[in-house]
């Protein structure tokens, strides 16, 4: 008999082993050692970005034939050149030559033609949370292994970074003001309730935070929200939505630790969902959180739509007829006691595993 | 090229169709002398993280099946039992297709605009391919900027065509080998596949240039001769190619590839395939119009006496596509469908928020409401860009309103779970606005694509049930084409049934009739349009007598003009909405 139900499971976990591939964008060189401890800022790999290629015609820069032209070449592919270095040349009296334009490197040869890359600027991977190297393939991804806890969001503007915790205070339903903001949050990784204008977001660059994490913006300010330097990722949705409690618990629990926040946008095909890491002192109980958990009585679940979206609570009942809604529609449903409200029955389509 | 049987021994048939949030499994036997839907099974896929197989999702609905019919499906090591066996277990034919899968970006690189390069769009867009670029030899970007572009964009798959068999040969060279260095300075594993549909002298000479870069497929030429494009054979070989690059993403397409007998169609094909069948069986003159709306894509086919125009877009779904609708559409022409007053703002947050969540539902009536508000401006969106692909003479020549379809077949999870009948066809009336007369069938069981799929082992399977009562006729719609104000006399109508007094009166512009004709009722409607207004008898104001036939819903009679114009008054507007949903049954 198979699982009759595999909700989506979001992990909200006080203490785990928390596994990451960090992953440069192509492939460089990975420079940490495997069980090296790294720390958030460490470099752990780095490459080269190459912004634009040109193409350099041999034969006319030559004066030669097309064919003559490859006989020149005093450079191979894969050869990195300085500017003003020879790559063809020098060919009759006036001891005509083709010259790099600029640093960078010969990657093809096609007829008389040379591709060649110019040199951009380096770009670096940091481990983004301490932690121990457990693996790499030595080019371009390395694993990073910590103990820490771990809140996953829903959305986040794809930029990452790592501070101290810090809250704003008025629970986590409060919609965050300006005047929450002030100096002594500079440099912090801030967790609120909700945001529905782009001012505080706008303070808290001003700031120079690290991060902030909320429950829920309205969706007018995701193009703000994505221009942002820091990290801000949302644990909700879009609207006016509190941050869950299972989540405000234990960010806010957390306080004065330091915490990684990997705001970027999930993907449904690949491990990456934005989350909060907090890194804990090793424990030997911890294990890595499950992904896949069935439908059950007892399981924490949390509400994903209106009208208790958002509310976390407990499978009570799994009936097997399907119940109606007011909006008409006819759903297999569980009954959830939700914090503060009861029992509801909410349909399973609406409903994600706490774990 | 599949081999059709002429006669067949199976008898029991499984279908499956993987999308991208549901699972759908069918079970189909012969029961007096004709396949008859038996049973369906639906869980969540399981395509995504975290198991990035859809093994597990099949196999819930399996169990589905399996704990309705009582019929044991699969063996001790979860393997599908096939042949059936003496004690009824297991099943004969296996079909499978799928629309589950990551979104694929792809590049079209092609000779001539409005000829190959048009061909080769066409090619893409009746796939799961996102286009997000174009290279042509016209193209005035140098050669190393062309390399940057496709660096850059990162694309899935490079798609070239060019050239007729035997025709253009250096110029398509020349425009792949810019392509091919490109593709060899992405590392392996990121290196775009490629597939090659043009010339096909040149096939060998492609595969060479890129070597050891990338891997090339190759298909038959979109534009094999002068005449024009077949894009038929192409697109078969195109859809095994993407098939492939599902498969190297996420685990349990070579198991159902392997139950299937190595036949794994794409859903939008499957569905089209259908449509296409349904257009060689109906009015010749008519064309034959499928909409198939989910959460990661939107289907439209169309066909025209076996002609198949197949549109499919990864940008227009009710999931996680949902606020790329926002770059075609106002929030205002998204907000003129509700009945209610949902302001733009919570809107706006409910769009994004379903993007996030695909898979939930409306609990709320207001929800509800927004949901099909978002559905019809999808279609809508969605047709009109299809019709642009339809041959000249059957486009309807740029009017806003659909020309003369019959049928029109829907499905989707939006319109096949909605709670009424009437929820599902003033939807379709709304977005497709079809004119004249037409029927609206409902797919409630999403089994369009598996019917499209099993046509090619078992062609008796889609006629059997497309007959069957598995796809809910909505009823008959008559929508006489014409405008003027509002309370203007449209038509007189006359419904004759056998055994029931005549109906007859007289429909006013605005009004949205629904007569009493329930599924399998056959009825004589004569129509008698005012002036000025057009219901295919040949010119407007012309009378006729037709035979109809009664649905779900009943024999509409929309009377609301084509095209259909809304009040500007925003109240005035949602008392419509909310009248008409009365009307048409939708609401009690």
């Given at each position: 008999m198979?699982?009759?139900?595999?909700?989506?499971?979001s992990?909200?976990v006080?203490?785990t082993?928390?596994?990451?591939?960090?992953t440069l964008?192509?492939p460089g060189?990975v420079t940490a050692r495997?069980?090296?401890r790294?720390?958030a800022?460490?470099v752990?790999a780095?490459a080269?970005t190459a912004?634009?290629h040109?193409?350099?015609?041999?034969?006319r820069?030559?004066?030669v034939?097309?064919?003559?032209a490859p006989g020149f070449?005093?450079?191979q592919?894969?050869?990195r050149?300085?500017?003003?270095d020879?790559?063809a040349?020098?060919?009759?009296?006036?001891?005509r030559?083709?010259?790099?334009?600029?640093?960078?490197?010969i990657?093809?040869?096609?007829?008389s033609?040379?591709l060649f890359?110019?040199?951009?600027e380096?770009?670096?991977?940091r481990a983004g949370?301490?932690?121990?190297v457990?693996s790499s393939?030595?080019?371009?991804?390395?694993?990073?292994?910590?103990?820490?806890?771990?809140v996953?969001?829903i959305?986040?503007?794809?930029r990452q970074?790592?501070g101290?915790l810090?809250?704003?205070?008025?629970?986590?339903?409060?919609?965050i003001?300006?005047?929450?903001?002030?100096?002594n949050?500079r440099?912090a990784?801030l967790?609120?309730g909700?945001?529905?204008?782009p001012a505080?977001?706008?303070q808290?660059?001003?700031?120079?935070v690290?991060?902030?994490v909320?429950?829920?913006?309205?969706s007018d300010?995701?193009?703000?929200?994505?221009?942002?330097?820091?990290?801000?990722?949302?644990t909700e949705?879009?609207?006016?939505?509190?941050?869950?409690?299972a989540a405000?618990a234990?960010?806010t629990g957390?306080?004065?630790?330091?915490?990684a926040?990997?705001?970027r946008?999930?993907?449904?095909?690949?491990y990456?969902?934005p989350?909060?890491?907090?890194p804990?002192?090793?424990?030997?109980?911890?294990?890595?959180?499950d992904?896949?958990?069935p439908?059950?009585?007892?399981v924490?679940?949390?509400?994903l739509?209106a009208?208790?979206h958002?509310?976390?609570g407990?499978?009570?009942?799994?009936?097997?007829?399907a119940?109606d809604?007011?909006s008409g529609l006819l759903a297999?449903?569980?009954?959830?006691?939700?914090?503060?409200?009861?029992?509801?029955?909410i349909p399973?389509?609406?409903?994600e595993?706490?774990? | 090229m599949i081999?059709?049987?002429?006669?067949i021994?199976a008898e029991?048939l499984?279908?499956?169709?993987?999308?991208?949030v549901h699972?759908?499994?069918s079970?189909?036997d012969?029961?007096?002398?004709q396949?008859?839907?038996v049973?369906?099974g639906?869980?969540l896929s399981t395509a995504?993280?975290?198991?990035?197989?859809?093994?597990?999702?099949?196999?819930?609905?399996l169990?589905?099946?399996?704990t309705?019919?009582g019929?044991?499906?699969l063996?001790?090591?979860?393997?599908?039992i096939?042949p059936s066996?003496?004690?009824?277990a297991?099943?004969d034919v296996?079909?499978?297709?799928?629309?589950?899968?990551?979104?694929?970006?792809?590049?079209?690189?092609?000779?001539?605009p409005?000829?190959?390069?048009d061909?080769?769009?066409?090619l893409?867009e009746?796939t799961?391919?996102?286009?997000i670029?174009?290279?042509?030899l016209?193209?005035?970007?140098?050669d190393?900027?062309q390399i940057?572009?496709?660096l850059?964009?990162?694309p899935?798959?490079?798609l070239?065509?060019g050239?007729?068999?035997?025709?253009?040969h250096?110029?398509?060279l020349?425009?792949v080998e810019?392509v091919s260095l490109?593709a060899?300075l992405?590392?392996?594993s990121?290196?775009?596949?490629?597939l090659?549909?043009?010339n096909?002298?040149?096939?060998?000479?492609?595969?060479e240039?890129?070597?050891?870069?990338s891997?090339?497929s190759l298909a038959?030429n979109?534009?094999p001769?002068l005449?024009g494009?077949?894009?038929t054979?192409?697109r078969?070989r195109?859809?095994e190619?993407?098939?492939?690059?599902?498969a190297a993403?996420?685990s349990?397409?070579d198991?159902?590839?392997?139950?299937?007998?190595?036949?794994?169609?794409?859903s939008a094909?499957?569905?089209g395939?259908?449509?296409r069948?349904?257009?060689t069986i109906?009015?010749?003159r008519?064309?034959?119009?499928?909409?198939?709306i989910g959460?990661?894509?939107?289907?439209?086919?169309?066909?025209?006496a076996?002609d198949?125009r197949?549109?499919?877009?990864s940008?227009?779904?009710?999931?996680?596509?949902?606020?790329?609708?926002?770059?075609h559409s106002?929030?205002?022409?998204?907000?003129?469908?509700?009945?209610t007053?949902?302001?733009e703002e919570v809107a706006?947050d409910y769009?994004?928020?379903k993007?996030l969540?695909p898979?939930?539902?409306p609990?709320?009536r207001?929800e509800?409401?927004?949901e099909?508000a978002?559905?019809r401006?999808?279609?809508?969106t969605a047709?009109?860009?299809?019709?642009?692909g339809?041959p000249?003479d059957?486009n309807g020549?740029g009017?806003?309103?659909?020309?003369p379809?019959?049928?029109?077949?829907?499905?989707g999870?939006?319109?096949?779970?909605?709670p009424?009948p009437g929820?599902?066809?003033l939807?379709l009336?709304?977005?497709?606005?079809?004119?004249?007369i037409?029927?609206l069938v409902?797919?409630?069981h999403g089994?369009?694509p598996?019917?499209?799929?099993?046509a090619?082992?078992?062609?008796?399977?889609?006629v059997?049930v497309?007959e069957?009562?598995?796809?809910?006729s909505?009823g008959?719609?008559?929508?006489p084409i014409?405008?003027g104000?509002?309370?203007?006399a449209?038509?007189?109508?006359?419904l004759?049934r056998?055994?029931?007094?005549p109906?007859?009166?007289?429909?006013r512009?605005g009004q949205l009739?629904?007569?009493?004709?329930?599924p399998g009722?056959?009825?004589?409607?004569?129509?008698?349009?005012?002036h000025g207004f057009?219901?295919?008898?040949?010119?407007?104001g012309?009378?006729g007598?037709?035979?109809?036939?009664?649905?779900a819903v009943g024999?509409?009679?929309d009377?609301r003009?084509?095209?259909l114009?809304?009040p500007?008054?925003?109240?005035?507007?949602?008392e419509?909405n909310q009248?008409?949903?009365?009307?048409i049954g939708?609401?009690q």
């Amino acid at each position: 008999m198979k699982a009759s139900y595999l909700p989506p499971v979001s992990h909200v976990v006080p203490l785990t082993i928390v596994r990451r591939d960090r992953t440069l964008p192509f492939p460089g060189t990975v420079t940490a050692r495997l069980n090296e401890r790294v720390q958030a800022v460490d470099v752990i790999a780095e490459a080269e970005t190459a912004p634009r290629h040109i193409f350099l015609d041999l034969a006319r820069g030559l004066g030669v034939s097309a064919k003559e032209a490859p006989g020149f070449l005093v450079r191979q592919k894969g050869d990195r050149v300085e500017m003003g270095d020879t790559i063809a040349g020098p060919v009759g009296v006036a001891r005509r030559t083709v010259r790099a334009p600029s640093d960078g490197r010969i990657v093809a040869l096609e007829g008389s033609r040379v591709l060649f890359e110019v040199r951009g600027e380096p770009i670096v991977l940091r481990a983004g949370m301490p932690a121990i190297v457990v693996s790499s393939d030595g080019v371009q991804t390395v694993t990073l292994e910590a103990p820490a806890g771990l809140v996953q969001g829903i959305w986040g503007n794809g930029r990452q970074d790592f501070g101290v915790l810090r809250t704003l205070g008025g629970g986590p339903a409060a919609r965050i003001q300006t005047d929450m903001l002030d100096i002594n949050l500079r440099g912090a990784v801030l967790v609120g309730g909700m945001c529905d204008q782009p001012a505080p977001l706008h303070q808290a660059t001003e700031l120079n935070v690290r991060g902030v994490v909320l429950g829920s913006i309205t969706s007018d300010l995701i193009p703000a929200a994505l221009r942002l330097p820091y990290p801000l990722m949302i644990t909700e949705g879009f609207g006016s939505l509190p941050m869950n409690s299972a989540a405000y618990a234990l960010l806010t629990g957390n306080v004065g630790r330091d915490a990684a926040v990997d705001a970027r946008p999930g993907d449904r095909y690949s491990y990456q969902r934005p989350e909060v890491i907090i890194p804990l002192p090793a424990a030997k109980q911890a294990d890595v959180p499950d992904d896949v958990i069935p439908l059950a009585k007892g399981v924490r679940v949390r509400v994903l739509r209106a009208p208790f979206h958002g509310a976390v609570g407990f499978v009570r009942d799994l009936p097997q007829k399907a119940a109606d809604f007011p909006s008409g529609l006819l759903a297999r449903s569980a009954t959830i006691e939700i914090e503060g409200l009861g029992n509801r029955l909410i349909p399973l389509a609406n409903l994600e595993v706490i774990q | 090229m599949i081999e059709l049987p002429g006669t067949i021994d199976a008898e029991t048939l499984l279908a499956v169709d993987v999308g991208s949030v549901h699972t759908r499994a069918s079970l189909f036997d012969v029961v007096d002398n004709q396949y008859r839907l038996v049973a369906t099974g639906r869980s969540l896929s399981t395509a995504t993280t975290p198991l990035l197989d859809i093994g597990e999702g099949v196999r819930m609905a399996l169990d589905q099946v399996q704990t309705v019919t009582g019929r044991r499906l699969l063996d001790e090591q979860d393997s599908l039992i096939m042949p059936s066996t003496s004690e009824g277990a297991g099943v004969d034919v296996f079909v499978a297709t799928s629309s589950a899968g990551p979104r694929l970006r792809a590049i079209l690189v092609g000779l001539t605009p409005g000829v190959s390069l048009d061909s080769g769009r066409r090619l893409a867009e009746a796939t799961y391919l996102e286009l997000i670029e174009e290279i042509g030899l016209s193209d005035r970007r140098k050669d190393e900027e062309q390399i940057d572009l496709i660096l850059a964009a990162r694309p899935d798959l490079i798609l070239i065509v060019g050239g007729t068999d035997g025709g253009a040969h250096d110029s398509v060279l020349r425009l792949v080998e810019g392509v091919s260095l490109a593709a060899g300075l992405r590392p392996g594993s990121a290196a775009p596949r490629v597939l090659f549909a043009g010339n096909r002298q040149l096939g060998a000479e492609i595969v060479e240039r890129f070597a050891d870069r990338s891997s090339v497929s190759l298909a038959p030429n979109v534009r094999p001769g002068l005449e024009g494009e077949d894009l038929t054979p192409a697109r078969n070989r195109l859809a095994e190619v993407i098939a492939e690059m599902h498969a190297a993403k996420v685990s349990g397409f070579d198991e159902l590839r392997q139950w299937s007998g190595g036949f794994l169609m794409l859903s939008a094909d499957a569905f089209g395939r259908v449509i296409r069948h349904l257009s060689t069986i109906y009015d010749p003159r008519r064309g034959v119009l499928g909409v198939d709306i989910g959460a990661s894509h939107t289907t439209i086919a169309a066909a025209f006496a076996g002609d198949l125009r197949l549109t499919v877009r990864s940008d227009l779904g009710l999931g996680a596509p949902l606020p790329s609708l926002l770059r075609h559409s106002s929030m205002e022409s998204i907000l003129r469908w509700l009945p209610t007053d949902i302001p733009e703002e919570v809107a706006r947050d409910y769009i994004f928020n379903k993007s996030l969540q695909p898979a939930t539902i409306p609990m709320e009536r207001d929800e509800l409401h927004l949901e099909f508000a978002l559905a019809r401006q999808v279609m809508m969106t969605a047709l009109n860009q299809a019709r642009a692909g339809w041959p000249k003479d059957r486009n309807g020549g740029g009017v806003p309103w659909l020309p003369p379809m019959e049928p029109i077949l829907a499905g989707g999870g939006v319109l096949s779970r909605a709670p009424r009948p009437g929820y599902a066809a003033l939807a379709l009336l709304d977005a497709l606005q079809p004119g004249g007369i037409s029927t609206l069938v409902l797919d409630p069981h999403g089994l369009t694509p598996a019917l499209g799929a099993a046509a090619a082992v078992l062609p008796l399977v889609s006629v059997h049930v497309l007959e069957s009562g598995s796809f809910v006729s909505l009823g008959t719609v008559v929508s006489p084409i014409g405008g003027g104000k509002p309370g203007r006399a449209v038509a007189r109508i006359k419904l004759e049934r056998e055994g029931s007094a005549p109906v007859e009166g007289e429909v006013r512009l605005g009004q949205l009739v629904v007569l009493p004709l329930g599924p399998g009722e056959v009825g004589k409607l004569t129509i008698r349009p005012q002036h000025g207004f057009d219901v295919g008898f040949g010119a407007p104001g012309k009378a006729g007598v037709m035979r109809v036939t009664g649905g779900a819903v009943g024999l509409i009679i929309d009377a609301r003009g084509r095209p259909l114009v809304l009040p500007r008054d925003e109240g005035r507007r949602r008392e419509l909405n909310q009248k008409w949903l009365y009307d048409i049954g939708a609401l009690q």
